[in-house]
Each structure stands twice: as C-alpha cells, then as structure tokens.
T-cell receptor, first 109, second 119 residues
Framework: RKEVEQDPGPFNVPEGATVAFNCTYS??????FFWYRQDCRKEPKLLMS???SGNEDGRFTAQLNRASQYISLLIRDSKLSDSATYLC??????????FGAGTRLFVKA | EPEVTQTPSHQVTQMGQEVILRCVPI?????FYWYRQILGQKVEFLVS????????KSEIFDDQFSVERPDGSNFTLKIRSTKLEDSAMYFC?????????????????FGPGTRLTVL
C-alpha cells in the first residue's frame, strides 16, 4: 500500500463548481497533514494545514479523519485560477515529509 | 516577501560527473530540506538538515549524495557521480522554528527548483 494515496484525477469542472479531493495515508503514527498546490513545472506551495477539528480558509475546507486515515479537501465556487495539481502531504513525527502523487484539477470557463 | 532561491535553474551534466546544487534559504529559518521530483512523478523527500547536521534522510539519499551549509546563507546538495536516473527537478525548502509551537506544522517554503539533466 502506498504511504500516501490520492484520487488519480484529472478532475475537469466548470467555473463555480464544488470539487472534493480525497487522500488516504497508511501510517497510523502520522502526526501532521497538509494540502499543497503545485502549478505546472513550479514549486509546491502550502495551501493549508489540516487539523483534527477540520479547518476552513475562504473557499477551501480541509477535513481529517484519523480513524479512517483519510484527509479531504473541498473547493467551493471553483475559479479558473484554481487549476493546478493538489498534493496531499503527511509527516510522521520526524522531519520526513511524504507527498502523494497529486490530483490534477482543470477548471474551465 | 522573503523567498528561497536556487541556482542554477537548469543544470546539464554528463553521467559520472559531480554536480552541486545551491540554495539560499530564508534568512531566519533553521530547518532545511532537499526534495526531488522526477518528471511526471511525485515529490520525494531526500534529506533534512538542522543545527549543521542531517536530521533525517530517505533511502534515496545514498552515499552519492551529500549536503552542506558552507556559510551562513548557502545550503548545497552534491551528487558525486551522477546517473541518468538522477535527472529530475530538485527543490530546496526551509522552515523556521516556531517558538513554543509544534515543529510538525512548520510551513516549508520551497525554492523554484533546479532542473538537473544527466546525459
């Protein structure tokens, strides 16, 4: 089983749509969780950290389910500028950071 | 806004040659990282560096790789004898120490990457 597994995508959605990304992780000792965004041939950039209670930042909502080892990201009212690859990222307590393969999102006018 | 910088942006080398990739982390950051991303694949952790020593490394980071912080600003990744499969984008990242905060949620800021092509 992969350490961090994401929906393979791509997701093609119209502007204004709501889209949800899922991620599962295999190590139950994992301690911190993030969603990063990566534009084509660019560096990853932190979108949001994911806390146990769930958290929201504008149009973005992240949820964590430790029992199911599952993380989600919801994007509401999609914009053209949301088109990117979304990376699920997990840390197990040390410095090692494990990235998922990413889910590509295309938002179309 | 402070940012992580990396040089060169693109490095082409012959198989078997040594390469040094350079990074200037954000000035008040204390934790430094190298990652690689082979074209079309996921970002992979290579190594983390804190207090002038390696704090953690992955199985990818074998004896061909080394890291150094030669002065107060630069952080380098050396590949001693490059192989074709070392061709990838190499990202440097840094994070600060949050006083009283959990290290686990320190944001890592990534540089723009160095594209290494081994021929």
């Amino acid at each position: 089983r992969k350490e961090v597994e994401q929906d393979p995508g791509p997701f093609n959605v119209p502007e204004g749509a709501t889209v949800a990304f899922n991620c599962t992780y295999s190590n139950s000792a994992s301690q911190s969780f993030f969603w990063y965004r990566q534009d084509c041939r660019k560096e990853p950039k932190l979108l949001m950290s994911v806390y146990s209670s769930g958290n929201e930042d504008g149009r973005f909502t992240a949820q964590l389910n430790r029992a199911s080892q599952y993380i989600s990201l919801l994007i509401r009212d999609s914009k053209l500028s949301d088109s990117a690859t979304y990376l699920c990222v997990v840390k197990t307590g040390g410095f090692k950071t494990i990235f998922g393969a990413g889910t590509r999102l295309f938002v179309k006018a | 806004e402070p940012e992580v910088t990396q040089t060169p942006s693109h490095q082409v080398t012959q198989m078997g040659q040594e390469v040094i990739l350079r990074c200037v982390p954000i000035s008040n950051h204390l934790y430094f990282y190298w990652y690689r991303q082979i074209l079309g694949q996921k970002v992979e952790f290579l190594v983390s560096f804190y207090n002038n020593e390696i704090s953690e490394k992955s199985e990818i980071f074998d004896d061909q790789f080394s890291v150094e912080r030669p002065d107060g600003s630069n952080f380098t990744l050396k590949i001693r004898s490059t192989k074709l499969e070392d061709s990838a984008m190499y990202f440097c990242a840094s994070s600060e120490a949050l006083l009283g905060g959990p290290l686990l949620y320190n944001e890592q800021f990534f540089g723009p990457g160095t594209r290494l092509t081994v021929l």
